[in-house]
Structures are given as structure tokens and as C-alpha cells.
């Protein structure tokens, strides 16, 4: 995978390949970016994390935050891994220090962002991976779609 451009749609056939889409994302992320994470369980998300923060250069073993929320990567910018899915709502991520992490020098990438849209930066970038098929279509915008 070369590249991407917004609004365009990736087709994934493995995940190989979607790593591959994350890697080259995470090359092209600044300091404070966030990239908010929407896709059923089994679509892709954490595997894509994992490309993003190859991407970053963080070498570390990227794992789901599912029970910890937030798991922080350190490279040559901080990677927070944030997984929204266990929480109640934008309280329970406040009440954690969230906006901390979206407001940070850091990127934040965070699965499950649809729980916690409201309090998301304006200059969000939302990938959202389908599963059609054996296939992903990841679909990146600067917008909530």
C-alpha cells in the first residue's frame, strides 16, 4: 500500500495489509494527532494500531487496552492506545484524564471512539473498517461520516 488519501476507501485482504495501511498512516501522523477508530469487534482495529505505531517506530508489542483503557507506547512520539469500549461515556473517559491524551503532545489512536465522539478535536481523522466479505474497506476522512 502506497499511500492514502481522505475520503478514499483501502481494500484490505489481510493483515498484512491492513498493518501495512497503519504503518504508512502512522508515517504521516504528527504530534498530537488523534485517529478515531470505528468497526466492529473483529474488523481490524488493534491490527491497524499495530501498523501505526510501527509506523511511529515504536518497536514494543502493541496489545488490545481493552481492561487497562489506555496503554501508553513510547517511540519517537508517545503512541496512546485508548479503547473506549468498556467505558460508560465521556464521564468515565473525563474521569480518567482522557482529554489529557487528546489534547497532548502525543498521538492518541482510540477503538470504540463513537462512545466518546462528542469530546473528539475537531481535526480528528476517523477510520472506519467494514468487513465485506474476506475483505476490509478502510475508509479514512477528516469528519465524522
Known amino acids: 500500500m502506497e499511500g492514502f488519501r481522505l475520503n478514499s476507501c483501502i481494500v484490505s485482504a489481510s493483515p498484512e495489509e491492513t498493518k501495512a495501511f497503519g504503518e504508512c498512516l502512522g508515517r504521516n501522523l504528527q504530534r498530537g494527532s488523534v485517529v478515531a477508530l470505528r468497526g466492529v469487534l473483529g474488523s481490524g482495529k488493534t491490527c491497524l494500531v499495530k501498523g501505526i505505531a510501527k509506523g511511529l517506530g515504536i518497536a514494543e508489542e502493541i496489545t488490545s487496552p481493552t481492561y487497562t483503557i489506555v496503554s501508553e507506547y513510547t517511540g519517537g512520539i508517545s503512541l ?10 465521556i464521564d468515565d473517559f473525563t474521569a480518567l484524564g ?6 497532548g503532545s502525543g498521538i492518541s489512536v482510540i477503538e470504540w471512539s463513537e462512545r466518546i465522539e462528542t469530546c473528539l478535536p475537531d481535526n480528528t481523522l476517523f477510520v472506519d473498517i467494514e468487513i465485506q466479505g474476506c475483505v476490509r474497506l478502510i475508509r479514512i476522512s477528516n469528519g465524522a461520516v
Request: glycine share 12%.
Open 80 to 89: 496512546y492506545h485508548i479503547d473506549a469500549y468498556r467505558l460508560s461515556g
Open 98 to 103: 482522557g482529554e489529557d491524551y487528546l489534547y
